[in-house]
């Protein structure tokens, strides 16, 4: 799965699928998590996000699971549509304040 | 409300020019991060701003500045450009500590 710092290219699903994006986060301090999403030629738009004294949260047809245990943090997509296909970026936030994202993984959906 | 403005949208520059790029914050958002993104890498943050100071600093050369204006809108700076400048710039801002960022959609800076 991603990794802040290395990352999972691509990921294909069928429409009407459920998807689920992995990423491992780096530091173990971390205490709030965003997943956003950015499709071609815009910026990143907020997903949803965690704060690190959870471990799911739930948003329309989006889920954000946390495991602090092995630094795993995941995004399960519901029903997955065409409009969904765009590249995926996690975030952890630690020490100074600042966001540390991924390299993103990129979602098809196939018609 | 209106989300986060950034302009221009594209920018070509030269080799050893400079570049200015403007980024206008959500109202009432005093914080405004720049980030640098380019293909294949994840977004690297450069810096944040809040009330007008610098806040956090990211691991890029002094060719690289920005400054904020006391009604939270911010200008980036990157001087004698090179090749490697090449990339999406995209401006953050938030409501305060710990509160998630809101995304311009970027300008997307080619030197040639």
């Known amino acids: ?111 | 409300k209106a989300g986060v403005t950034q302009t221009p949208r594209y920018l070509i520059k030269t080799r050893g020019q400079q570049v200015t790029l403007s980024c206008s914050p959500i109202s009432g958002h005093r914080s405004v991060s720049w980030y640098q993104q380019t293909p294949g890498q994840g977004l690297q943050f450069l810096f944040e701003y809040f009330s007008e100071t610098q806040r956090n600093k990211g691991n890029f050369p002094g060719r690289f500045s920005g400054r904020q204006f006391s009604n939270s809108r911010s200008e980036m700076n990157v001087s004698t450009l090179e090749l490697g400048d090449s990339a999406l710039y995209l401006c953050a801002s938030r409501a305060g500590e710990g509160e998630k960022l809101f995304f311009g959609s970027g300008t997307q800076l080619s030197v040639l």
Not at chain 1, 14 to 38: H, L, M, P, R
């Open chain 1, 1 to 111: 799965g991603e990794s802040v710092g290395l990352h999972l290219p691509t990921l294909s699903v069928q429409e009407g699928d459920n998807s689920i994006i992995n990423c491992a986060y780096s530091n173990s301090a971390s205490d709030y998590f965003i997943w956003y999403k950015q499709e071609s030629g815009k910026g990143p738009q907020f997903i949803i996000d965690i704060r690190s004294n959870m471990d799911k949260r739930q948003g329309q047809r989006v889920t954000v699971l946390l495991n602090k245990t092995v630094k795993h943090l995941s995004l399960q997509i519901a029903a997955t549509q065409p409009g969904d296909s765009a590249v995926y970026f996690c975030a952890e936030k630690f020490s100074g304040n600042q966001f540390y994202f991924g390299t993103g993984t990129s979602l098809t959906v196939i018609p």
